[in-house]
C-alpha cells in the first residue's frame, strides 16, 4: 500500500521526518511529494529540496522522493497512493487539513491520514527555519540528521 507525504518542505524538518517515520510501519511505500507552487518563492529549488531529502533517507528503500506541480490528488492518482498522510502540530493546523482532506476525498476517493506531531516538534515549521536562517541562526536542531 503506498502513502504519499507532501509540502513544500523549504526545508525539510524534524517534525516531517519524525511524521514520516511514523508512517512507515503503516505503508510498504511512501512517496514524499515536493510540491512546487509558481505562485510562492522557495529558498531552495525543488531539486535541492528533493537531493536534501534523499540524503536524509539513504538506503530506505521504501521511500522515495518526487517533485510535483500539479494537485496532490493527481499526484497521488500516478503514484498508486490511496492515502495522503499529514502532520498536525496545531488545531489551525487541524482545520486547515480537515478542509484539504474533504476536497481530495470529493475530487478522488483518496484519504487523509492525520498524524499528530510529537509535542517535542510541534514549534517547528519551514517558515520559523527559514526566518532563523534569514537572521543567521543555527537552525541544525531543527534540521534532520544525514545518515
Same mark, same amino acid.
Do not use: W
Given at each position: 500500500?503506498?502513502?504519499?507525504?507532501?509540502?513544500?518542505?523549504? &526545508?525539510?524538518? *524534524?517534525?516531517?521526518?519524525?511524521? #514520516?517515520?511514523?508512517?512507515? &510501519?503503516?505503508?510498504?511505500? @511512501?512517496? *514524499?511529494?515536493?510540491? %512546487?507552487? !509558481?505562485?510562492?518563492? =522557495?529558498?531552495?529549488?525543488?531539486?535541492?529540496?528533493?537531493? +536534501? @531529502?534523499?540524503? *536524509?533517507?539513504?538506503?530506505?528503500?521504501?521511500? $522515495?522522493?518526487? +517533485?510535483?506541480?500539479?494537485?496532490? %490528488?493527481?499526484?497521488?492518482?500516478?503514484?498508486? /497512493? /490511496?492515502?495522503? *498522510?499529514?502532520?498536525?502540530?496545531?488545531?489551525?493546523?487541524?482545520? =486547515?487539513?480537515? $478542509?484539504?482532506?474533504?476536497?481530495?476525498?470529493?475530487?478522488?476517493?483518496? !484519504?487523509? @491520514?492525520?498524524? =499528530?506531531?510529537? &509535542?517535542?516538534?510541534?514549534? %517547528?515549521?519551514?517558515?520559523?527555519?527559514?526566518?532563523? @536562517?534569514?537572521?543567521?541562526?543555527?537552525?541544525?536542531? =531543527?534540521? &534532520?540528521? #544525514?545518515?
Amino acid at each position: 500500500m503506498t502513502g504519499i507525504f507532501t509540502g513544500s518542505f523549504d &526545508p525539510f524538518t *524534524i517534525g516531517h521526518d519524525d511524521i #514520516v517515520r511514523r508512517a512507515l &510501519p503503516l505503508f510498504s511505500r @511512501i512517496v *514524499i511529494g515536493v510540491g %512546487v507552487n !509558481e505562485r510562492k518563492q =522557495y529558498m531552495q529549488s525543488a531539486d535541492e529540496r528533493c537531493a +536534501a @531529502i534523499r540524503r *536524509i533517507y539513504e538506503g530506505e528503500e521504501k521511500i $522515495e522522493v518526487k +517533485a510535483y506541480s500539479d494537485l496532490t %490528488v493527481d499526484f497521488a492518482r500516478r503514484e498508486g /497512493a /490511496a492515502y495522503i *498522510i499529514k502532520g498536525v502540530r496545531s488545531v489551525k493546523d487541524f482545520e =486547515y487539513e480537515r $478542509e484539504q482532506a474533504d476536497i481530495n476525498r470529493q475530487l478522488s476517493g483518496v !484519504e487523509t @491520514i492525520l498524524l =499528530y506531531s510529537d &509535542p517535542r516538534h510541534s514549534s %517547528v515549521s519551514s517558515s520559523m527555519v527559514r526566518e532563523l @536562517i534569514h537572521f543567521g541562526q543555527d537552525v541544525s536542531q =531543527y534540521l &534532520p540528521k #544525514v545518515k
